[in-house]
């Protein structure tokens, strides 16, 4: 299974996990960096296929670790049906469901928005397209899900 810690998740264990469920190795390189130049209370875990997101979530119990604490989930994992079922995965999963996913996708279609608030997606957002507007999007992701919002605390999860 091909998942992936980021460097810096590694330099200091006090960061809160999020997964990152992202099929594009451009785009995670990119939300990686935003994220550690935006949001470095976080320690990013990248998986770049459905199946493997599934995979994950059947067998974390197994892993000991402690839950992310926020989701973020490209709509399309190549399609829009691999992402839909994953979704229903993740809403379906006690382990899971009230983490917040938030669909960060490239597309803007209306019926892909409807068809993500359809599984209880915390939020939608559409990825920018430039280096400034990816920045400004970490740093309001930041402000309202580290300072705003207040998530539930995460707990190991021990057999």
Request: hydrophobic share 40%; net charge positive; charged share 15%.
């Amino acid at each position: 299974m091909n998942v992936r810690r980021s460097k810096q998740g590694k330099q200091n264990p006090d960061r809160v996990p999020i997964l990152v469920i992202e099929p594009n190795a451009d785009h995670w390189l990119i939300i990686r960096a935003g994220l550690a130049q935006c949001f470095p209370e976080v320690a990013p875990l990248w998986i770049n296929h459905a199946s493997q997101a599934q995979t994950y979530l059947a067998n974390f119990s197994e892993q000991g670790a402690e839950p992310p604490r926020l989701i973020l989930l490209e709509l399309y994992q190549p399609d829009r049906q691999a992402g839909l079922s994953l979704l229903a995965a993740i809403k379906t999963n006690s382990l899971f469901q009230a983490i917040p996913t938030i669909v960060l996708s490239a597309s803007s279609n209306v019926e892909d928005l409807t068809a993500a608030y359809q599984f209880s997606v915390a939020s939608y957002m559409v990825k920018p397209t430039s280096t400034n507007e990816w920045l400004n999007y970490f740093h309001n992701f930041r402000r309202y899900w580290w300072e705003l919002v207040r998530l539930p605390l995460s707990r190991r999860i021990s057999h």
